[in-house]
């Protein structure tokens, strides 16, 4: 059904949507981390005491985290045009959607790691603090008490990823969505439009199955 040629373009294809979702996610997951930790530390009074100060720095990272968050990709993906072009040199392929992907992604995680550290009972905090707990030692409980609910949300994270692709296609950025995008609009293969399109399909589902067993595996609840 395929030739040579349409196969190497598939494979490309693949590689390069797994370069952007790899690359991407352990950006987001860092930089997520960073900003979802210092949303948390920074408004639970369990954590840190509560100043003018402290109260002021958590509403300048929350509001530069949520306009982040509401900027829509594609219009994201158009401002940062400069900003690409600077870093990566050009606005085409797998690394030219980097910049536009982690910027999107970061701060919808950075509120899926808040959320999840703040579903942590302000007991257990408490009850490690009672024991003589270091602060190190105190995020550590934190952490892995809210481990399944990160878990999760990072998978979210990544599957969502894959959708913002499909977005980045538009513009050349590579990858399965790209190659679904150029046969669809041209026409010139549906055959291999469909199995770009099944492939993607069939990562999200690859990502959701084993992000949802790890999530189950690490709750002990």
Partial sequence: M????????????LYETIYIVG???????VFGLMTGFLLYITQNPYMIKQTK???VLHRVIASI??????????????????????IVGTMLGPKAALPALI?????????VVHMALF???????EAARSMGASFKHLMYVIFKEALPSLVSGYTLTLVTLIGFMSAAAVIGAGGLAFLAYEYGKFGNNYALMYLSIFTILALVFIIQILGDKLSRK????
Avoid: C
């Fill in 103 to 111: 910027i999107s992604a970061t701060p919808f995680f950075a509120r």
């Fill in 53 to 55: 100060s402290i109260k």
């Fill in 23 to 29: 690359i991407t996610g352990i950006f987001v997951l």
């Fill in 218 to 221: 690490l709750d002990h609840k």
């Fill in 65 to 86: 985290n949520d306009v982040a968050r509401s900027i829509p990709f594609i219009i994201l993906l158009i401002m940062l045009i400069p900003v690409t072009r600077f």
């Fill in 119 to 125: 579903e942590v009972s302000n007991d257990t905090i």
């Fill in 2 to 13: 395929f030739n040579s040629y349409e196969i190497k373009q598939y494979l490309d294809a």
